[in-house]
């Protein structure tokens, strides 16, 4: 028996119901009537004139009390059912707040606008959603749990060059998306498409509609980011290279062409050792410093993958403060938990070096000290070097290659720091410590324990 057959009957047995205890309440009054009537032995037609009175007000009241009843109930019922089907149009008028039956239709006024606003709010944010879906520059598609293609945007319709009523409904398989459904990693992949072959980000996700799993494919065209930034990435080094180059050169060339016009003179002046030597010298100095600057390019650029090993935090920043023996500075470790990390002991121990030769020339002016320690916290563990130097002025470059607040630094140690560290899933960083009431840096090597 369907629902509405079930309520239907429910709703006349309650019209019955609701008639029937009517015709009780006025029954009392109606047989008490007739027997007065009976006892005071009146005429006959005043027997029928008063029972006809009686028994008409009596239906009347009967059926003014029944509408009263049923008809809000009704109008409840209609008003709810229209809430149901989506139809906020219906609204219930002159109402007294103070009657029940009136307050629960003021209640239901109340529900269908919050429904129509929601409703109304819901329809603008899919139209926005679907907006945003359509236009954006990255292919989506939905699979339903037979893997058959549900959903598709119109970045995916260029991806695949068919129109999505030709690819609604066909296999991942044979729209050569299985593999990017079932591929574990999510680096990007050169694949090929009928719209274009390019490298694609892929990522996949999960969801559930009308309580069937499906899932959600995104393939993003990451070719044309990736050749910007290596266009960027050849500028800076181009402007790099340009740079130390040229302030070796310069200087080259010059004193070439000085040695050159003093050689060429005739007779040769009584100082010309002198000079050549000099000008020698400096030509020296300056390809060894470029010399040293590709070497240090080369460390940049030819950086191994770690060989991790589990190492203990402790053996290292022991084994930091061992190697700096003999500077003007020692470093003073504090006391951590017991913690083991899976690391590249060579690289991370150059890492930390760095940190702590940068602390040592630091507090080189300030004679301050220099403080080690390392913190286990949930899932890392984070290893610090703190110095009372004066602090850095600007510590927004100091990760740029080749950048160096100091005269004779080559600004590839921070640089170099930061790879090792991304290698290790990690981070590091060197702020100021002037937040914390005291002069310096701080360091902090962060890593997955």
């Known amino acids: 028996m369907s ?15 609701v008639f029937w205890l009517a015709v009780l309440s006025g029954l009392p009054g109606v047989l008490g009537t007739v027997l007065l009537l009976q006892v ?34 009704q109008a409840a019922s209609n008003m709810l ?18 009657d029940p039956m009136g307050q629960v239709m003021h209640e239901i006024n109340a529900l269908t606008d919050v429904l129509r606003s929601q409703r109304m709010g819901a329809i603008e944010a899919f139209t926005l959603l679907n907006k945003v879906v359509e236009e954006i520059d990255v292919a989506i ?6 893997d058959r293609l549900g959903m598709i945007n119109r970045a995916g319709e260029k991806l695949l060059a068919k129109p999505a009523d030709q690819l609604r409904g066909n ?3 044979d729209l050569g998306l299985k593999n990017c459904l079932t591929r574990l990693t999510r680096d990007n992949q050169l694949i090929a ?31 044309q980011p990736l050749r910007e930034e290596e266009r960027m990435a050849w500028r800076r080094l181009i402007r790099v290279l340009g740079h130390e180059l040229n302030n070796s050169l310069a200087p080259i060339k010059s004193l070439a062409g000085s040695m050159e016009q003093i050689l060429s003179r005739e007779p040769l002046p009584e100082d010309w050792q002198e000079d050549v030597n000099e000008s020698l010298r400096i030509i020296g100095s300056r390809a060894e410093g470029l010399s040293r600057f590709l070497e240090d390019f080369s460390r940049i650029a030819k950086l191994p993958p770690p060989k991790k090993e589990p190492v203990l935090v402790r053996q290292l920043l022991e084994q930091v403060a061992v190697l700096s023996t003999g ?21 991370i121990e150059q890492l930390l070096i760095n940190l702590a030769k940068n602390a040592v020339d630091a507090v080189q002016a300030t004679k301050g000290r220099i403080h080690a320690g390392w913190e286990k916290l949930e899932g890392r563990v984070e290893i610090w070097i703190e110095d009372e130097g004066p602090g850095i002025a600007n510590p927004s470059n100091l ?47 962060t890593l997955p324990v």
Request: glycine share 10%; charged share 25%; aromatic share 8%.
């Open 327 to 347: 500077t003007p500075a020692q470093i003073q470790i504090a006391e951590g938990p017991e913690c083991t990390v899976m690391a590249d002991r060579s690289q």
């Open 399 to 445: 990760f740029v290659p080749f950048f160096s607040t100091k005269p004779d630094g080559s600004g590839v140690g921070l640089t170099l720091s930061r790879q090792i560290a991304e290698a290790h899933d990690g981070t590091v960083e060197v702020v100021n410590r002037a937040g914390t009431g005291e002069s310096g840096c701080r360091a902090t090597l």
């Open 171 to 173: 296999k991942a398989a």
């Open 81 to 98: 059912s229209a809430l149901r089907e989506g139809d906020f149009s219906l609204q219930s008028h002159g109402g007294d707040n103070e």
């Open 40 to 73: 005071g032995h009146y005429p006959l037609k005043v027997h029928l004139t008063m029972l006809t009175f009686v028994v008409g007000f009596w239906l009347v009241f009967v059926t003014m009390l029944r509408h009263r009843v049923i008809r809000p109930l």
């Open 193 to 223: 498409f009928p719209g274009r072959s390019s490298r694609w980000y892929i990522k996949t996700g999960h969801f559930r509609e009308s309580g069937k799993p499906h899932q959600l494919l995104l393939l993003t065209d990451v070719s």
């Open 141 to 146: 598609f939905t699979f339903d749990e037979n």
């Open 3 to 17: 629902p509405k057959i079930i309520r239907r009957q429910k709703k006349g047995k309650h019209m019955r119901r």
